[in-house]
């Protein structure tokens, strides 16, 4: 069976730390197969600035596990507000309750996030919620669903394993609790990919 997510990550040159542990481990197809797939994925390609800016717009894509209209939205919400385009996109994009979840550390890559809140094993003020895309605000609180702390996904979770986690200064996450917090907005992201091209993909 072909490994599209591993393909993908190729193909757009970028580590986008899509498949969970595999990610963060020797075995990361990124790191021992830097290039393209194919027959002539080691090859020289010309890129067109048309390419550049398309290419950066897939890794969004891609990274967030979002659909062309999701990503058309989180802009066009973007740019109606005062502010800079390319900092609202990203705060956007990291407000969602599916990225959130993975950057507490509560989910190894956002896809699994996505399966548990899709699953009703996360609450978020104490209410399941089973919407991916939901924006999270200051003050919520996120935590795994009581019911849901038997399966396999939550029993990996401890104190010991979230060590290895790297909150963001704009969330708090309690690791003997494993609940989180928003405590603020999202601020100084480092993204794998150049948000300012993305908007001027948009905005031809």
């Given at each position: 069976?072909?490994?599209?997510?591993?393909?993908?990550?190729?193909?757009?040159?970028?580590?986008?730390?899509?498949?969970?542990?595999?990610?963060?481990?020797?075995?990361?197809?990124?790191?021992?197969?830097?290039?393209?797939?194919?027959?002539?994925?080691?090859?020289?390609?010309?890129?067109?600035?048309?390419?550049?800016?398309?290419?950066e717009k897939q890794k969004i894509k891609a990274g967030y596990g979002l659909r062309e209209a999701h990503l058309w939205k989180i802009?066009?919400?973007?740019?109606?507000?005062?502010?800079?385009?390319?900092?609202?996109?990203?705060?956007?994009?990291?407000?969602?309750?599916?990225?959130?979840?993975?950057r507490l550390g509560l989910a190894p890559s956002r896809s699994v996030a996505r399966q548990l809140i899709s699953h009703g094993h996360?609450?978020?003020?104490?209410?399941?919620?089973?919407?991916?895309?939901?924006?999270?605000?200051?003050?919520?609180?996120?935590?795994?669903?009581?019911?849901?702390?038997?399966?396999?996904?939550?029993?990996?979770?401890?104190?010991?394993?979230?060590?290895?986690?790297?909150?963001?200064?704009?969330?708090?996450?309690?690791?003997?609790?494993?609940?989180?917090?928003?405590?603020?907005?999202?601020?100084?992201?480092?993204?794998?990919?150049?948000?300012?091209?993305?908007v001027d993909y948009y905005s031809k």
């Amino acid at each position: 069976m072909f490994n599209t997510k591993e393909k993908r990550e190729r193909s757009l040159g970028v580590h986008l730390f899509l498949k969970a542990h595999r990610c963060n481990s020797p075995k990361c197809v990124q790191l021992r197969k830097g290039y393209r797939p194919g027959l002539h994925g080691q090859a020289r390609h010309t890129v067109t600035e048309y390419g550049k800016l398309l290419n950066e717009k897939q890794k969004i894509k891609a990274g967030y596990g979002l659909r062309e209209a999701h990503l058309w939205k989180i802009f066009a919400t973007a740019s109606k507000n005062p502010g800079n385009t390319g900092n609202l996109i990203v705060q956007l994009l990291e407000r969602r309750l599916d990225n959130t979840i993975f950057r507490l550390g509560l989910a190894p890559s956002r896809s699994v996030a996505r399966q548990l809140i899709s699953h009703g094993h996360i609450m978020v003020n104490g209410r399941k919620h089973t919407i991916s895309s939901y924006e999270v605000r200051v003050g919520d609180k996120l935590s795994i669903r009581p019911q849901s702390k038997g399966i396999a996904a939550v029993k990996d979770l401890n104190a010991e394993s979230l060590k290895k986690t790297d909150v963001p200064s704009w969330l708090r996450l309690d690791k003997e609790k494993l609940e989180g917090e928003v405590v603020s907005l999202p601020q100084d992201i480092e993204m794998p990919f150049d948000v300012s091209m993305v908007v001027d993909y948009y905005s031809k």
